[in-house]
């Protein structure tokens, strides 16, 4: 079992940047694929990104790809959002969340793949 807790959000203008972390403790950290997902007000969970157990596989939503990175700092046991570019549609409660890996290829776009769910963290984005 891993618990996960998020930490970097705030309010940032539009065209700013900002970086979210999520720690996590129990389980060692390189046996979960993870992924970042957020909410806005009235809307569905939406997935961001993912990366495999080793951080050589990624994947991102088309609404972020070149401007979202996810990285993961498996000695730290620390996952990373670095978001650049930021804009209106950005604000959302931003969850980080990890899978049981099931080998190198494994990366997961849907929420119901994922076993742990932080807390999230507020993502408010000022025009």
């Known amino acids: 079992q891993v618990s996960l807790v998020e930490s970097g959000g705030g309010l940032v203008q539009a065209g700013g940047s900002l970086r979210l972390s999520c720690t996590a403790s129990g389980r060692a950290f390189n046996h979960y694929a993870i992924g970042w997902f957020r909410q806005a007000p009235g809307k569905e969970r939406e997935f961001i990104a993912t990366?495999?157990?080793?951080?050589?596989?990624?994947d991102y939503a088309d609404s972020v790809k070149g401007r979202f990175t996810i990285s993961r700092d498996i000695a730290e046991n620390t996952l990373y959002l670095q978001m650049s570019s930021l804009n209106s549609e950005d604000t959302a409660v931003y969850y980080c969340a990890a899978a049981h890996s099931r080998g190198y290829y494994h990366i997961a776009r849907f929420d119901y793949e994922y076993d742990y769910w932080g807390q999230g963290t507020q993502v408010t984005v000022s025009s």
């Open positions: 990366i495999n157990w080793s951080g050589g596989l990624l």
